[in-house]
């Protein structure tokens, strides 16, 4: 009998540590690498700011691409379905000069983007982790007072910050290398809602830059490493 009842709890206890083994799902994830927006700009042109604030023609330009970096923390139900909480940030110049002079104080802006949401992940249990998520929160974005010095025009600017919902539409891969380590590459549709109008008469003066758009289609690529516990 006691010989029967060992046999039972080893046999229990064999199929427990299998079942175990196959199920290598980390409950939580934590992600963290470098992050590149490539922005909306929202009718906002370097033509457009040369005849409002009055310079020269072909003194501005508006970059597109902002870079910072994405972290992530992730808990998972089971092998399909999740919960994320995402923070990343961005930062550069919205305007730059384009002239042939050195200009040095331009506004720098600074955003951060507090999200939310599920994701589901097929795990095929290869090295190879397809995923999709949505995520849900506000984008913060913050510009620099400055006083730029060797423009043509004299030209100030107050600092001002605007917030707003957000979200992010989108799925990576990630690429196992060690058992608790992946590589990941991930791809959204990063909609923000800031009313640039708004924004940038803020900064320059009321009435400046009328009918820029209230919400932008950005594109948001991240990269990096992720951790499994």
């Not at 910072?68 to 808990?75: C, K």
């Not at 994320?84 to 002239?99: K, L, N, W, Y």
């Not at 923000?192 to 830059?209: M, R, W």
């Amino acid at each position: 009998m006691a010989r029967s009842a060992a046999a039972t709890v080893a046999s229990i206890i064999l199929i427990a540590a299998f079942a175990c083994a196959q199920d290598s799902t980390p409950k939580v994830q934590v992600f963290g690498g470098y992050s590149l927006v490539h922005a909306d700009t929202g009718k906002l042109t370097g033509i457009n700011l040369d005849i409002t604030l009055r310079e020269p023609s072909n003194t501005f330009g508006v970059p597109t691409n902002f870079q910072g970096w994405n972290v992530e923390g992730q808990y998972n139900f089971d092998r399909w379905v999740g919960l994320v909480a995402d923070i990343s940030e961005r930062s550069g110049p919205p305007i730059t000069f384009t002239g042939d002079t050195k200009v040095s104080g331009l506004p720098n802006l600074t955003a951060y983007s507090y999200l939310f949401g599920p994701v589901v992940s097929y795990r095929t249990g290869h090295r190879f982790t397809p995923f999709v998520h949505a995520l849900f929160g506000y984008d913060r974005e913050s510009l620099s007072a400055s006083t730029p010095t060797g423009l043509p025009t004299p030209l100030s600017s107050a600092a001002t910050t605007y917030t707003d919902f957000a979200l992010a539409l989108g799925g990576g891969l990630d690429y196992k290398v060690f058992p608790h380590i992946s590589l990941r590459g991930q791809l959204d549709w990063f909609h923000t809602s800031v009313n640039l109008s708004t924004f940038y008469d803020d900064a320059f003066g009321p009435n400046l830059l009328p009918n820029l758009a209230t919400r932008e289609g950005n594109l948001r690529f991240s990269t990096g490493i992720v951790v499994g516990f």
